[in-house]
């Protein structure tokens, strides 16, 4: 927690000066690091792990005054800590006096609990993303049977990285949108690309496990992609499949046409911030009146 607290006195980007070299060795960070080797590279990873943690800080009330008190918006560059605490208290709806008493601790401690959090996750993660350095010159593959596999398992984990990775940046912007208010069919048609790709994830993930590493669970494979509605093993092996082989999204679509349990199950549950504000009605989400595994697409006649 002090050494959290050491960053206040600067606020974020986080610089050599005021970082604890404690939290430079957390594993979420040299996970992140591009070189972990490298003090510099460590500390850009910290600061990008405290920004995304800050972005979705998990007390609602006092997100925004978490923010400002480390200077990221709404303080602005160059506020001093006097200056950040008085817009964070007024954020919170505090007088200065009691917030930095009674509430900028909790704050801290809420951070704190959120970095090891972040830390324990990478600690305890199947697999972790392989790091890419520049290549200058062509390396070619050797003749031989023993190289044909190693470069076959590297194809294979590159394959499945590049499916984990955009299920998460579709997931994402589902998140986003729904965050933002967005059009109801903008939104439907980000949680039917995010059902595509999270699928296609997980067929890459079932090659991956049964060729080169059948100790690892699919599931948790998966689940590095971000959250998605719980679906029953059924539901799962059926995306899955229309997924596979690396189809295209209408492809995907067009092989999931009927099965309308599916668009109850992951669009609602994708959707479900927007519910409680919203009613629902025969062709909504949810009602029953889609016609595919997903919500009726936006991108598709009928």
Known sequence: MDAVARLLRRGLPVTLAAVDPVLLELRGVLARAVDPGDEASRIAALDGTLRGLLARFPDARYAAAARALFGLPPATPGMNLTARRALAAERAGHEVHHFRKRVEPRLIATLTAELLADADRFTHAPLIAPRLAPVSARQPVLAD???????????????????????RAELLAVERLISLRAERTDIVRAAVTAAW??????????????????????????????????????????????????????????????????????????????????????????????????????????
Do not use: C, K, M
């Open 145 to 167: 049977p023993f190289a044909w596999e190693v470069a076959e398992q590297e194809e294979q984990l590159s394959l499945l990285w590049s499916a984990i990775y955009a299920a």
């Open 197 to 302: 790709r999270w699928a296609g994830a997980r067929a890459e993930a079932i090659s991956y496990t049964t060729a080169f590493a059948p100790d690892l669970t699919i599931d948790e494979l998966v689940a590095l992609a971000g959250w998605t509605p719980p679906l029953t093993p059924g539901q799962t092996s059926r995306l899955t499949e229309a997924a596979a082989g690396g189809v295209a999204r209408e492809q995907f679509v067009a092989h999931l046409h009927g099965e309308t349990v599916l668009d109850d199950t992951w669009t609602t549950g994708l959707l479900a911030a927007l519910q409680s504000t919203e009613p629902t009605s025969p062709e909504q989400p949810g009602a029953g009146g889609s016609s595919t595994a997903v919500p009726a697409d936006p991108d598709q006649n009928g």
